[in-house]
């Protein structure tokens, strides 16, 4: 009778086994889908030697395929996307931006070697003897482009990829009449390219394309014209070097400076990246910008990121105190209009506040022009610049705070300001005795989060004046509301010398030790909290 009943129930492990194989095989079906596209793209990476990104596609389809094959690591199977993107999108840039700052990443070096040497080896040139011709494009259904080329001479030849030229009259099979300048007006199969067809394709589709057989290919030159052009510079694998075919110099490639340099110095562009050490630490060690603006921005880092977070903890503190008292009336549609600066993105509330601040035609500045005769520099005045984004930034953040003190103060029990009125307690002492300790160990960690968020706060700084008003006599580029974070994008990347991306992932790195350590300086501080709030 049992074994009657776990039949029918699908008890047996040969039923158990039926009944789990769909899903079992859509596993499968799934893990081969993914398998396969990150093969594809090893195999990409691979080739272009992009290594580090490689390793991390590598782990995360292993990562993938052991939770999905793996009965022990069940519980697992639902979370391996959200590992898989953790990886992919938090875990890997942050280690990338390690790896960048010991490396020469940087404008001219944005390549692998391997990318270098195919970009540098599609520089062609006409050697002495070569061909040029006079051509015309046809493109067939299949989206297959063939040229009809002219001579010197006149006569006109069909090219087509991977075939020796072939002379055509129009008497030719399939080859239709001539035009005046010696074009077949039609090729059977195919139409014929006018202008406007070739003006958006020419750099993108047809230049990289080769026609006839080689060593005499034809490659598309210019707009009008076609010629057997050879590639300049080819790669020697064992002198590791780029040979010059046009000049017969040859380049070698130079490790420590990630270049393909001559003999007499000349250097093939673009580099490639190269691993450099501590170069670009010691760079910023002997950089004028440590001898300069630096002890000021940093003085102004540190104490833009604590008044932004005094300033809205202290407002949005207010008015969840004041809108917590069931008396008020109308509190619930008071809080959502005060949490609307909340939902706007912080850009466009700095743009916003940016027009009412203008000088000229701004609603702020013109009243109080009008009232009181004179309006600050919001952007001019290094104090009232600086005024103006910590007003910005009081604005975008005091609903944060109102949530989370609201949040906090519901968590209180009430039984404790009982008591203490009974005892004769203010509210002043009520607050600083109860209310503050209390409130503080449990946004505690939110302040120091949002104080870590300010440090790097780059979006209202650049967008409120970039940084500016500047800062006359430094060795290099700041301004006076610059912080950190926006002093390390002008040096490395308004300093005159491009992108310098390793150079800027060194300076992160310094700035990521710094607030690492203000941080964990923060976090001794919460500890004291508690230890009031027990005491309470």
């Avoid at 600086?386 to 930034?393: F, H």
């Avoid at 949002?450 to 440090?455: E, K, L, R």
């Amino acid at each position: 009778m049992a074994s009657n009943i776990r039949e029918a129930g699908g008890g047996t492990p040969l039923a158990s086994f039926l009944n789990s194989l769909p899903s079992y095989l859509l596993r499968l079906l799934g893990l081969a889908v993914v398998d396969g596209l990150a093969i594809w793209l090893l195999y990409l990476l691979i080739r272009d030697q992009v290594w580090p990104l490689a390793a991390a596609v590598a782990v995360v389809t292993l990562l993938v395929n052991a939770v999905n094959l793996t009965d022990r690591l069940y519980p697992l199977r639902w979370m391996s996307p959200a590992l898989a993107i953790i990886i992919l999108m938090v875990l890997y840039p942050i280690l990338f931006t390690v790896y960048t700052a010991f490396t020469n990443y940087s404008d001219g070096h944005l390549l692998t070697k391997a990318q270098a040497i195919r970009r540098i080896g599609q520089d062609r040139f006409l050697p002495e003897g070569g061909l040029t011709y006079r051509w015309a494009g046809y493109r067939s259904e299949t989206n297959e482009i063939i040229l009809a080329l002219v001579g010197s001479e006149g006569q006109t030849f069909l090219a087509v990829p991977g075939e020796p030229l072939q002379e055509i009259t129009p008497e030719s099979d399939g080859i239709g009449a001539f035009d005046a300048d010696g074009f077949p007006e039609t090729i059977e199969g195919y139409t014929r390219l006018q202008m406007r067809d070739i003006l958006p394709i020419l750099d993108s589709q047809l230049a990289p394309l080769e026609f006839g057989e080689l060593p005499d290919t034809v490659k598309i030159k210019s707009i009008r014209e076609a010629a057997q052009l050879q590639p300049r510079y080819v790669y020697d694998e064992e002198l590791d070097a780029m040979v010059d075919q046009m000049a017969g110099e040859i380049y070698y490639a130079d490790e420590s400076q990630g270049s393909f340099i001559s003999e007499s110095g000349r250097v093939l562009s673009p580099g490639y990246q190269v691993t450099v050490g501590l170069r670009n630490f010691q760079r910023l060690a002997t950089s004028p910008a440590l001898r300069g603006p630096f002890v000021q921005v940093f003085g102004w880092t540190i104490a833009f990121a604590f008044l932004s977070v005094a300033t809205t903890f202290a407002l949005g503190l207010f008015l969840a105190l004041v809108f917590n008292d069931p008396l008020i009336r109308g509190r619930k549609v008071i809080r959502t209009l005060l949490i609307l600066p909340y939902t706007i993105p912080g850009v466009l509330g700095v743009l916003i506040w940016r027009g009412m601040l203008n000088q000229h035609l701004g609603v702020i500045t013109t009243n109080m022009v009008n009232l009181f005769g004179w309006a600050p520099g919001w952007f001019t005045d290094p104090l009232w610049s600086k005024a103006g984004i910590l007003l910005v930034n009081l604005w975008l953040g005091f609903p944060y705070m109102m949530l989370i003190c609201m949040g906090a103060l519901q968590s209180i029990p009430s039984d404790i300001y009982e008591a203490a009125e009974v005892d004769g307690a203010s509210i002043w002492q009520r607050f600083w005795g109860i209310t503050l300790p209390l409130l503080l160990v449990s946004v505690g960690p939110l302040l120091v989060a949002s104080f870590t968020f300010n440090f790097n706060n780059f979006t209202v700084i650049y967008a409120y004046n970039e940084g500016r008003p500047p800062i006359p006599g430094t060795p290099t580029p700041a301004g006076y509301t610059d912080i950190l974070i926006s002093y390390t994008f002008r040096l490395a990347f308004e300093g005159g010398r491009g992108s310098d991306y390793g150079y800027a992932a060194a300076i992160t790195f310094v700035i990521f030790l710094i607030v690492a350590t203000i941080t964990l300086f923060q976090y001794r501080f919460m500890g004291q909290w508690e230890e009031i709030s027990e005491n309470v």
